[in-house]
């Protein structure tokens, strides 16, 4: 069964230091999203993206924040100087079109020392 | 008062149990409903998706959504220890379509013990 897959599944980096969090859709599929979650906390929404460009983007999304599809698979998002409260769980959703729901990849652990 | 409001538990029932799960939300658009199974430091696994008011079941699994109450619950017949693990729920609102953004809520962690 085609499935979303995420590198790396886990990620340390140092306080301002640039990450890029990969992702590789289920191919066919034409809505991508982002959501992370924060531990103990909810699943919290951060981006969608749809047609090479973004479609929503919540409140957590600021400039820090962006994302790609820089070929016909992976979908990336890239935080650009990384903050203490960036650490959570990264996941990558993809959906197809007509559709019912999105399917999930297994997450990035990003830890911010 | 939060969108979405879920017990997170845990719950803890014996093997055999009929487990009944139940989200509340506040906000009437949502109008697309799902369950996601979460199992620890992995991604939620999509288990029921309702549109809308009614009933749904699928296995062992029924989902059902009060829109007049705002209420949804998910009923697992027959638990089953490796039914353990935590469930959330999730809801997108009628305007952004079924490709809108998921709002969830907190989660209910579940153990069936044997």
């Known amino acids: 069964e085609p499935e979303v897959t995420q590198t790396p599944s886990h990620q340390v980096t140092q306080m301002g230091q640039e990450v890029i969090l990969r992702c590789v859709p289920i191919s066919n599929h034409l809505y991508f999203y982002w959501y992370r979650q924060i531990l103990g906390q909810k699943v919290e929404f951060l981006v969608s993206?749809?047609?090479?460009?973004?479609?929503?983007k919540s409140e957590i999304f600021d400039d820090q924040f962006s994302v790609e599809r820089p070929d016909g698979s992976n979908f990336t998002l890239k935080i650009r100087s990384t903050k203490l409260e960036d650490s959570a769980m990264y996941f990558c959703a993809s959906m197809l079109a007509g559709g019912e729901t999105q399917y999930f990849g297994p997450g990035t652990r990003l830890l911010v020392l | 008062q939060k969108e979405v409001e879920q017990d997170p538990g845990p719950l803890s029932v014996p093997e055999g149990a009929i487990v009944s799960l139940n989200c509340t939300y506040s906000?009437?658009?949502?109008?697309?409903f799902m369950w996601y199974r979460q199992y620890s430091r992995k991604g939620p696994e999509l288990l029921m998706y309702t549109y809308s008011s009614g009933n749904k079941e699928d296995g062992r699994f029924t989902a059902q959504v009060d829109k007049s109450s705002k209420y949804i619950s998910l009923f697992i017949r027959d638990s089953q220890p490796s039914d353990s693990a935590t469930y959330l729920c999730?809801?997108?609102?009628?305007?952004?379509?079924?490709?809108?953004?998921?709002?969830f809520g907190q989660g209910t962690t579940l153990q069936v013990k044997p």
């Open positions: 999730a809801m997108i609102e009628e305007s952004s379509g079924n490709t809108g953004k998921l709002i």
């Open positions: 906000n009437s658009a949502f109008q697309y």
């Open positions: 993206f749809y047609n090479n460009e973004i479609s929503e």
